[in-house]
Structures are given as C-alpha cells and as structure tokens.
C-alpha cells in the first residue's frame, strides 16, 4: 500500500474525530445557558430598554447580558421554627376491623370455697310439713316465777321453726332459768 494513502487516511480520520469534538463542546456551550439549572441569557438594549432573547449565547454589541432563573447555590439549613398552635380536632375515623382472636390465657389461681347454698328441693318429692316437740332452755323474765318466760339466747328447733309453748310442766334449773316443751315445725321433702 501506499504510503502517501495511509498517511492521508490517518490525518482524514484524526480530523474527523477533532472536528466531532469540537462540534460537540459548541454544542454544549450553546446550551450553557437557557436551562433551569443555569438560568436563561436575555439582552437588554442600552437605549431603549428592550429585552430580546438571542438565539446564541452572546448578546449583541449595545446590548448588557441579563441571566434569569439560575439556581443558586444550597443554602445553609434554617433554624428550626416555634410550634405552632394545636391544630383543630379532626374527623372521628371508621371502625376497624375485627381484630383476631387472642390467645388462651393462663389458669388463675384456686379460688376460696363458697359458703353451702340451701338445699333446693328435689326432684320428684313433694314437700311435708312435720311438726314436734322439743324440749328448749328458757329465761324467767322476772321474779314471779312461771308467767313471764322466753327462749333462752340460742335455743331453736332446727331444722325447723319454733312454734307455741306448750302449757304444761316447767323445769326449773335455776332461778333464772330452765326448760319447757315448744311446738316445732319444718319442712321436708319425700318422695
């Protein structure tokens, strides 16, 4: 080959690629300005105070560059301001869902025994009244003797109901107390 060719070859191919960057850097200057971030070149005329946007990123002679938008650079982070008043009360929201169910708890502790209820009456039984006579510690209630007596504290006929006294024989054990007979009443439940 040639090498007046070769030669040629090489110089052709080196320009083209100085002249694809060149091409591009003016690319990229023509749009140094007229961005957001680099803010849009405007020319104002000297005399007459009209603004006019230029197609490229010179403004003509009699002309002074102004530069709009540029961002500037991040400020320093302000101080942090009062608090505001408490805010109004806002709408009462929907109900929720369904929340699932939880877990089984522990056992608790044993709890005290209850105190016996009644005897209910059973089933099957009709009830009966007995009545009986039951010897019972008396009081005199004052020195005349037999007259004026009462149960003594205490004295009952369980399980059933202390009726009238029975006139009768009163024994004596002190002379304030003894015994006599009462009628008694309870009732049962048979079959």
Known sequence: MDLRKVIFRSRFIIGLFVGMALTGSFAYSA????????????????????????????????????????QGPQGIQGEKGELGPQGIQGLKGETGPQGETGATGSQGVKGDTGAQGPQGPQANLRAVTLNYVVRLPITFIDNDGITNIELAPGANCLPGVVGARIQGVIEATSRTTGFTTFNCSATVYVP
């Open 31 to 70: 749009n140094f300005f007229n961005t957001p971030e680099t803010g849009y070149l405007l020319c104002v005329n000297q005399k007459t105070k009209v603004v006019t946007y230029p197609s490229t990123q010179k403004c003509p002679s009699g002309t002074n560059r102004l530069i709009l938008g540029a």
